[in-house]
């Protein structure tokens, strides 16, 4: 069989994975991933995304499907395979007192590589850890300790990263920094893959975007289309009185009248343009309705999840 196309430095094929209880937790997963992409795996609880990354990483026995980490095949050659895998952690489980040089250092040598003074400190620097070099472990901020894994992950000069939940139990402003993180990273031409339940984390770091639920992967799009797609609001008018019929002049896409004619449902984009919202209430003053209240609802996660579940079935 042929190595993977040099572009895809992932290639995850037909993969499925049933555990040893007889539950099936991923179902015929296939997914390319091109070099240098940032790609955020995206699902509620329970999905399948530590199944599928400890599959790739060699944690989970892969029996069904194939997998390739720059051409190496995860099973019939795993240590070239997981020497191009850097794969960071929630936690810091090293040696507190060690100082991040160090500890960073180690972890390019449990990959076999030697050691490489210029590697170490191009990793800092990028993480923007240099000064902190020296600083024993336990003297960092949480949001430099979250570098220093990363640095880990990155000391032995991975193809691809992998995050697994990089903001899980972190306040917003560590949120912030672990995403600017990851933009860095892109312009320094890192390939990630990131797992995630936040929509919005996906939206702020990926450039493509892929939904896994219920062990299948049931969408993998660019970033900017999945938004488009996900990204409808719906607006509630509530009316003073009801009303039979939609008034001639106000009918357009996306408006309808519900609820016993008690309310107006006006679904639309918010990645458009125009909005179509200030028109709809001019014209909805002009034609004489006195409006009540007005709410705005955006898709949760859940929704999108049951939209593109039923779209899919
Ligand atoms: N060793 C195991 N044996 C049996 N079932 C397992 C095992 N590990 C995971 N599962 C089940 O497989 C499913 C997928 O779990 P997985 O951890 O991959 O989901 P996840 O998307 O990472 O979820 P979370 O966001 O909660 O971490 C779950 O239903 C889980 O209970």
Known sequence: MSAAPAQFILDVQNVSKTYDDGFKALQNIDLQIRKGEIFALLGPNGAGKTTLISLICGLAQLKEGTIRVDGHDVVK??????????????????????????????SRGLFGKPADDAVIER?????????????????????????????KALAHEPEVLFLDEPTAGVDVSLRREMWNV??????????????????????????????????????????????????????????????????????????????????????????????????????????????????????????IFVNLVEQNR
């Open 77 to 106: 050659d795993f240590r070239a395979a997981r020497a191009k895998i850097g794969l960071v952690p929630q936690e810091l489980t090293t040696d507190a007192f060690e100082t991040v040089h160090n500890t960073v250092a180690f």
């Open 182 to 303: 990851v933009g860095e990273l892109r312009e320094g031409g890192v390939t990630v893959i990131l797992t995630t339940h936040y929509i919005e984390e996906a939206e702020e770091m990926a450039d493509r975007i892929g939904v896994i639920s219920g062990g299948r992967l049931i969408v993998v799009e660019e970033k900017a289309e999945l938004m488009r797609k996900l990204g409808s609001k719906d607006l509630t008018i509530v009316l003073q009185d009801p009303i039979d019929t939609l008034p001639a002049g106000l009918e357009r896409d996306g408006l309808s009248l519900e609820e016993g004619g008690r309310t107006l449902r006006y679904s639309y984009d918010t990645q458009a343009e125009r909005t179509g919202i200030a028109r709809l209430m001019s014209d909805i003053a002009e034609s004489g309705i006195a409006v009540r209240d007005v709410e705005t609802h955006q898709s949760t996660l859940e929704d």
């Open 123 to 151: 990793t800092l620097k990028a993480l923007t850890l240099w000064d902190k070099r020296d600083n024993q472990l336990r003297t960092l901020s949480g949001g430099m300790k979250r570098r220093v894994l990363i640095a």
